[in-house]
């Protein structure tokens, strides 16, 4: 099973070795940083808010702290960024949440 992919540049990922690829660098993704990049990529350039984000990878009555978020969102640019991404490939908007760029 795939994720879709942001134009020619991140590729599908099999479910079972949780392995994604950018510019086909390897990235080394945690399921959570993966699922969050499967989030980013299904709504294209639309903003994410946390509060969408919260509810999309955590367990109803289980919030994470905001710090939480922000380190799976670090994190995940860390490793795209290894791979080759450009600093500004995720975005935060400011006081409304993250979007692909």
Excluded: F
């Amino acid at each position: 099973q795939g994720i879709p992919s942001w134009p020619g540049k991140i590729c599908g990922w099999m479910s079972a070795t949780w392995e994604a690829s950018y510019l086909g660098n390897p990235l080394k993704l945690t399921a959570k940083e993966l699922a969050l990049l499967e989030l980013l990529l299904t709504h294209g350039r639309q903003v994410l808010s946390r509060r969408l984000i919260v509810e999309s990878l955590w367990p109803i009555g289980d919030p994470p702290e905001e710090e939480t978020i922000k380190t799976h969102i670090r994190s995940l640019r860390q490793k795209l960024r290894k791979a080759g991404s450009s600093p500004d490939l995720i975005e935060t908007v400011y006081g409304l949440g993250y979007r692909l760029n």
